[in-house]
């Protein structure tokens, strides 16, 4: 074996092996049990005080738009739509923290606005409206690319809380960097932008 080589597959060894056992951790719901793979869910706040879960609509300043836009809902009461969390990698039973994570919201396959698949950032640099979250992109492209990060400083420690970020370069071209997922409230309504304090938010296994 040519040492230039060994070295090589060595070094990748240790950088992969690094990546995979350091920092992904199993995601776990609201009353911990593990969440699974490309299975829909409800996320919303930690606390009920922070009202509702999250949904999508079809409305922006009462202009009808399409693809929908995510938005949370004002009321504690609701769990909001469901979304499906996707790690194709090696297609894990369970969700983990770190990894391209594809949030597919269900879109709907009737109507008169077909387009609203996957959770995109149109352009995470730019202001708003361009850095919110919309859907109507593909999976893993640059602009649906997500990642799940365990909530550095959780509300209630008891409670498994997650942040998203935007990690367009892990999918594809874009910016080398990885944009937090934070609350943009527009008009009264409490929307997802690629900019600020991260949103700490809960899955909810949908109720039987
Ligand atoms: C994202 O949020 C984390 C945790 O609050 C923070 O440490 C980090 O600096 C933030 N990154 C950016 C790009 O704002």
Partial sequence: MKPSLFYVSFILFIINSGIASATQVVVKD????????????HIGPVTVAKGGGFKLTNT?????ICPYNVVQDPSAANLGDTFMFTLNY??????????VVGIDSGYPKTGPCQK??????????????DN?????????????????VEYPKPTNP????????HCPSFCGSGPQTCFNVSL???NGVRRLAS??????FVFHKVPK
Wanted: one cysteine or more; charged letters at 25%.
């Fill in 30 to 41: 609201a009353t911990g049990k593990k969440v699974l793979n490309n299975v829909p869910y």
């Fill in 195 to 200: 900019r600020g304090t991260p949103f700490e």
């Fill in 60 to 64: 922006m300043n009462n202009k009808k």
């Fill in 158 to 165: 008891k409670v498994h809380s997650y942040m998203l970020q």
């Fill in 116 to 129: 609203s698949t996957f959770w995109t950032i149109p352009d995470a640099e730019a202001k708003a409206p």
């Fill in 132 to 148: 919110l979250v919309t859907t109507g992109g593909g999976f893993e492209e640059d602009i649906t690319c997500f990642q799940l």
């Fill in 90 to 99: 090696k297609r894990p039973k369970y969700l983990h923290t770190e990894g």
């Fill in 184 to 186: 943009y409230v527009d």
